[in-house]
């Protein structure tokens, strides 16, 4: 008898590879098929900033009688609390979370750097330098001028299938992402990467990710700065390695037991 999908909720509001990619990477943790469900339907929240979706259905009184599992799972801003004691917490994205929910955990993470075991064979690697942008960017007229003028720069488009996005980010010698999942993505292939300006997004998330994997987080490139910056981009081994592989281990020994294929 084929195995039952597993119902997780990821923000699909609009094309991004960042949010589509929790179905492939639980999948790959879980050892099933992965299905997309309704917040109030939900086994489980894995990637994504999405805390505040669990926190609307679990927070009131009408709340449904099952306890969603939290893997991984980030927020944008501060929430109420009054959700976290109706589900289960297994992991969350990093530190900052913890201490906003007031939840003593050490077991941080964000799902999204298992995307390479996800994905299965390492791309070959090319010399170009990914540019990764966060869809509220897209269409930005400098980047379209950057673009014109620096051929060593390749656009990868967030709206693009999950596994080509993750791919064409593995091929890289070096990426710049104002996009948090181009970041994590790059680093779970061990590409070298710089985090570019998110302007009018928050900036939470990235500091907690970082934090969550002992990466520091110096302030971000700006949208300007990125032609002068090219030159001296580093194309070595990431300097927080052992804190991706520690993650990545977290992940797989927290992901929840009863939720695995045959549990």
């Known amino acids: 008898m084929a195995e039952a999908a597993l119902s997780l909720y990821w923000w699909n509001a609009k094309p991004n590879f960042g949010d589509a990619l929790s179905q492939s990477v639980t999948a790959f943790a879980a050892g099933r098929p992965v299905v997309h469900a309704a917040p109030r339907a939900a086994e489980l929240f894995a990637v994504g900033s999405i805390l505040q979706f669990a926190k609307r259905v ?63 064979a390492r791309p070959e690697r090319h010399d170009k330098i990914g540019l990764v942008l966060h869809h509220s960017q897209l269409g930005d007229p400098r980047i379209a001028a950057l673009l014109k003028a620096e051929a060593a720069v390749h656009y990868i488009d967030v709206q693009g299938p999950a596994e080509t996005v993750c791919r064409e980010i593995g091929a ?3 990426v710049i992402s104002s996009s948090l999942h181009g970041l994590i993505v790059a680093d779970s292939y061990g590409v070298p ?19 969550g994997v002992g990466r520091v987080m110096p302030l971000p490139l700006t949208h300007d700065e990125i032609a002068a910056a090219l030159p001296r981009l580093g194309t070595g081994d990431l300097p927080y390695a052992s804190g991706i592989a520690e993650a990545k281990d977290r992940l797989i020994e927290n992901f929840p037991a009863h939720l695995k294929a045959g549990a």
Not at 193 to 211: E, F
């Open 58 to 120: 679990w927070g009131n009184d009408t709340r449904p009688a099952h306890r969603p599992a939290i893997w991984g799972t980030g927020m944008m801003a501060p929430l109420k609390t009054d959700f976290v004691a109706h589900v289960d917490i297994h992991m969350l994205r990093g530190p900052i979370t913890a201490a906003l929910l007031g939840v003593k955990t050490e077991a941080y993470g964000d799902p999204g750097v298992l995307s390479a075991e996800a994905f299965g």
């Open 172 to 174: 890289c010698a070096h």
């Open 193 to 211: 990467n710089t985090w570019l300006d998110p302007m009018q997004h928050a900036r939470l998330k990235y500091y907690d990710y970082g934090a």
